[in-house]
């Protein structure tokens, strides 16, 4: 089995109870699914709030009261009274909506098989393995974790354990200085690319190693203990297929198009790109251009469909055009799944329920509340 493949399978063993779709479900034409999910929806009123992330294919969003990205979904969650809340996104998402929504709130992931793959690569028994080794490369400093908002529950609540915190995309820059305000050296996790991105930012990008938790023979511990920020070595498997040739390619077909990118891609996708921002920025920048501009979008196709979709006066492009994927962990949010467990709501059945360890909870919570202060 190849490294890539092995990351993205260690995924899928987060959680132990997958419920497969019952056969009844899973032959559903468009237009039953559509008219099941909005009776169900119709049956349950105030009880249900549905969230669909950004990345989520039209058949959802069209069900979605909001659509975003993860953290302003949770908030959501946690600002409204439903009883149920039914992510449409992946694992570590609907565990943020449960660490952050009041205990009377259940959250339901219609599918358990969407699991990312970037969280997948920084499991708990990996992170604890390197952190000995950390710590152990540089005795006399302190090391302060800072994990991405795209990891699990047990990760953040590692972070905080550490004296650590949790990032969203937005406000890396600011966690960074939150950390070395109160240590030597940042752990970033479990994105490298994020990290490069933010280092660059901060003028030390001339300051960082990568640890490979999946090359035994490739770590440095000289490297580890020069450096000033360690860079897991995870990424998205959507942001990093971009290349700056797509951006060269975009501007030679099209010389009046802009470009926005997701700052997982690569740095030098990140350094040929004219805005670069989390999914909240690109989707706030194609709504504020001017009809008639042409605008390439360098993160998950889905988002760039429902831009296009969304702001017909404006020119929207995939940045890799035919060859741009999308997410395969979004992609096991079905419709049918959706049809399901919103159809067990109104029977009194809740499936596929999120929900994090107590202790894990409470760390977590912790770890969010530092990204908050900053």
């Known amino acids: 089995m190849e490294t890539t493949d092995l990351k993205t399978d260690l995924s899928l063993f987060k959680y132990d109870n997958l419920e497969q779709l019952p056969p009844r479900y899973r032959e559903l034409s468009e237009s039953e699914r559509t008219e099941r999910i909005g009776r169900a929806l119709d049956e349950l009123g105030d009880d249900v709030l549905v969230l669909g992330h950004n990345y989520q294919r039209e058949e959802i969003v069209e069900h979605a009261d909001f659509i975003g990205d993860s953290y302003a979904l949770s908030k959501r969650a946690a600002e ?45 028994l990996q992170v604890d393995a390197a952190w000995a080794e950390i710590t152990d490369a540089a005795p006399d400093e302190n090391i302060i974790p800072v994990t991405y908002m795209n990891s699990y529950a047990d990760l953040k609540a590692f972070c905080a354990e550490q ?135 360098g993160t998950e196709i889905h988002l760039a469909n429902h831009l296009a979709r969304w702001h017909p006066e404006v020119e929207v492009l995939p940045l890799c055009g035919d060859a741009c994927m999308d997410c395969n962990a979004m992609r096991q949010i079905d419709p049918n799944y959706l049809t399901w467990v919103l159809e067990e709501l109104v029977e009194g059945r809740e499936r596929n329920v999120i929900e994090v360890a107590p202790d894990e909870k409470e760390l977590a919570g912790v770890a969010l509340d530092r990204m908050l202060e900053i």
């Not at 439903?82 to 565990?95: I, K, N, Q, R, S």
């Not at 009041?102 to 699991?115: F, H, K, R, Y």
């Not at 990093?240 to 040739?245: A, L």
């Open 163 to 297: 004296g650590g915190l949790v990032c969203t995309s937005s406000n890396a820059h600011r966690a960074f200085e939150y950390a070395f305000e109160r240590g030597d050296k940042v752990l970033f996790l479990p994105d490298k690319h994020l990290g490069e991105n933010t280092a660059h930012r901060l003028g030390m990008e001339d300051d960082t190693a990568v640890w490979d938790p999946w090359d035994p023979e490739g770590k440095d511990a000289s490297e580890v203990a020069a450096a000033d920020i360690v860079l897991w070595e995870g990424y998205c498997q959507v942001h990093e297929r971009f290349r700056e040739s797509h951006v060269e390619e975009i501007r030679e077909d099209h010389p009046d198009a802009n470009v926005v990118v997701h700052p997982e891609c690569r740095r030098e996708v990140v350094e040929a790109a004219d805005v670069v921002g989390s999914t909240s920025t690109i989707t706030d920048t194609v709504a504020e251009a001017d009809p008639g501009e042409t605008w390439a979008i």
């Open 80 to 124: 409204a009274d439903a009883d149920h809340v039914v992510f449409c996104g992946v694992t570590f998402m609907a565990e943020s909506a449960d660490i952050i929504t009041d205990d009377s709130q259940t959250v339901i992931l219609p599918s358990m098989e969407a699991s990312c793959p970037m969280a997948g690569m920084a499991e708990a």
